[in-house]
């Protein structure tokens, strides 16, 4: 009997899985860590429905590879199934390195080591658990397979990641601008000379897909509340290193040890709930900016933060630390961690560097920037730039 497992997803329905090295791969401690990684950091401050997890993600990632696998061997192009294995399991495992909180603490906890990184070296280490059997998997993960459409399924402008983050945090959000058409996209998709293009009918899908993810970034992802949030979170990191604050193991090697000396199983151990008990130890620290911080995220009494077009003038970044300094009876370096500015970015569509492929009736090619759309040529290009000040209330 062939093996046939389901996980019923909120989103999609029921998921399938039919292979037993991917089934053994979700069994295995790397993989249920993502359990304990919210998706979307502290977005669920503003959003409470926002609680799930990388590893909701990472499945849903996984359901639409399949599907988008599925499509394009039905349009009669040629993918072994060794090679469609490879990169259900690239797909399932591309975000195994991100640590607690996801993107709002990456770099704050291991300086320097970004998500991909890592989920390069635990996938790594899993080939070598696995005896290999993951090597062409790690080959179209780092673009090296010669197919490179399968790469692209994986990390480009029209990725499986991309679909469903989108797909899933919209959902959980309840922010209804971020659904896109995901089951159109992945019926339109294509190859091209070796390239992962879309097929000229489903150009308005593509439209309606960069739209989603404009809105979902200005109104989710960059939201100003959530950004507070965030700011405070690498602040609290960043204040019990400078101090040395004290936390249970293994969080603690990250905190008081040089980054050399901490390892990768180290790193695979700790979670968002390693952080929240650290925070919770720390409201009792003698240092008040770290004990402010934790107590202001712990119970949501968040950073005043604004936005603006322009930055804003340093008098009044002073002036707002000097009245932090006052009231706390701290120095003014100190009240400098609970006042600060910053920019928040985002961007839609990098015309330069990415690119989203037409492939018209007539076999021409044309990217989406060169496509007679509007809304697309002006409102798309480039990145948008905001400023923000946040200080103690």
């Not at 429905?49 to 599907?67: I, K, P, Q």
């Not at 706390?328 to 400098?336: F, H, K, M, N, V």
């Not at 920037?369 to 809304?375: G, M, R």
């Amino acid at each position: 009997m062939s093996l046939h497992k389901i996980i019923n997803d909120p989103v999609y329905g029921f998921i399938t899985i039919d292979d037993e090295l991917i089934l053994q791969l979700i069994a295995h401690p790397f993989y249920q860590r993502l359990r304990r990684i919210h998706q979307m950091a502290m977005a669920h401050l503003v959003y409470p429905g926002a609680v799930h997890t990388r590893l909701h993600h990472s499945l849903g990632a996984y359901h639409l590879m399949c599907l988008a696998l599925h499509e394009l061997t039905s349009k009669g192009f040629e993918i072994s199934a060794e090679e469609q294995q490879a990169a259900k399991i690239a797909i399932l495992l591309h975000d195994i390195g991100h640590g607690p909180f996801s993107h709002a603490l990456e770099q704050t906890l291991a300086e320097g080591l970004h998500h991909e990184h890592l989920s390069l070296l635990i996938i790594q280490e899993l080939n070598k658990q696995f005896d290999g059997r993951l090597q062409m998997a790690i080959d179209i993960f780092t673009d090296a397979y010669p197919k490179k459409f399968l790469h692209q399924l994986i990390s480009g402008q029209l990725d499986v990641d991309r679909m469903d983050y989108l797909t899933r945090d919209s959902f959980f959000t309840g922010v209804i601008e971020g659904a896109i058409g995901y089951d159109r996209i992945l019926k339109m998709l294509t190859i091209h000379q070796g390239e992962l293009m879309i097929e000229e009918k489903g150009i308005y899908s593509i439209e309606k897909f960069l739209v989603a993810r404009r809105l979902m970034y200005w109104q989710v992802y960059l939201h100003k509340t959530v950004l507070s949030a965030e700011q405070m979170l690498k602040r609290i990191i960043k204040r019990a290193k400078l101090v040395a604050a004290t936390c249970q193991e293994p969080l603690n090697s990250f905190i008081n040890k040089p980054l050399a000396d901490v390892t990768l199983e180290e790193f695979c151990s700790i979670d968002d709930y390693d952080v929240m008990v650290a925070i919770k130890h720390w409201l009792q620290h003698p240092d008040i900016v770290l004990r402010l911080l934790c107590e202001g995220v712990l119970d949501r009494r968040l950073l005043k933060v604004k936005y603006a077009a322009e930055p804003f003038a340093a008098e009044l970044l002073q002036e707002k630390v000097m009245e932090i300094a006052e009231k706390l009876q701290i120095s003014e370096e100190d009240a400098g961690w609970l006042a600060f500015t910053g920019e928040a970015v985002s961007s839609t569509y990098n015309f330069e560097h990415e690119h989203i492929f037409i492939l018209f009736k007539d076999g021409t090619v044309r990217d989406i920037s060169a496509v007679d759309h509007p809304l697309i040529n002006e409102n798309m290009k480039g990145r948008t730039k905001k400023y923000y000040i946040c200080y103690l209330r």
